[in-house]
C-alpha cells in the first residue's frame, strides 16, 4: 500500500500482443514509488524501465512507444491524462485514436472483423453430408 505521504508516479505498461482481444495490448497503470515494486518493472535512475524477462515478452511501456513514433502530442495528452487520475480528478477513458499505433494494433489482434469473416464465409466450400442407404 502507498502512503499518502510517499510520492509516487504512475508507469503505464502495454501488455504483449496475444490472440484474445480481452488481453492483447491491455493498459495497465502502475503506482510506483521507492517503497513499492512490481514484477515487471525495476527503477532506473530517476524513472522506471521494464525487467529483461517482460521486455522479451513483449510487454512495452507506453511513454516508449509514443516516443518510438515521435509522437509528443500524443505523449503530452496521455501525461496530462494520467496526471488527472493520478489527483483523483473524474477522468473519461483516454480516445483510442490518440493512443500509440502500436497499441490500437495490439488491441485489434484476436477481433474478428464481421464483414471480413463474411467475406472467409463466403469462400468456405459448402459442406455436404452423404447419407447413404445403408446408414438410413
Known amino acids: 500500500m502507498i502512503r499518502p505521504e510517499t510520492s509516487y508516479v504512475i508507469v503505464t505498461v502495454v ?16 503506482p510506483c514509488s521507492p517503497t513499492v515494486s512490481h514484477e515487471l518493472l525495476e527503477q ?4 522506471w524501465t521494464l525487467r529483461g ?14 516516443r518510438q513514433e515521435r509522437n509528443q502530442a500524443g ?11 493520478q489527483v483523483g480528478k473524474k477522468v473519461k477513458p483516454f480516445p483510442k485514436e490518440d493512443l500509440p499505433r502500436e497499441v490500437i494494433r495490439r488491441q485489434a489482434c ?5 464483414a471480413q469473416a463474411l467475406q472467409d464465409a ?14 438410413l
Open 15 to 30: 501488455t504483449p500482443e496475444t490472440d484474445d482481444p480481452a488481453t492483447s495490448g491491455r493498459v495497465v497503470n502502475f
Open 44 to 47: 532506473s535512475g530517476d524513472g
Open 53 to 66: 524477462r517482460p521486455r522479451e515478452m513483449g510487454y512495452a511501456l507506453m511513454h516508449e512507444l509514443y
Open 75 to 85: 505523449l503530452d495528452k496521455w501525461l496530462a491524462h494520467v496526471a488527472a487520475f
Open 110 to 114: 484476436g477481433e474478428l472483423d464481421e
Open 122 to 135: 463466403k469462400r468456405t466450400a459448402p459442406v455436404s453430408a452423404r447419407v447413404s442407404k445403408a446408414g
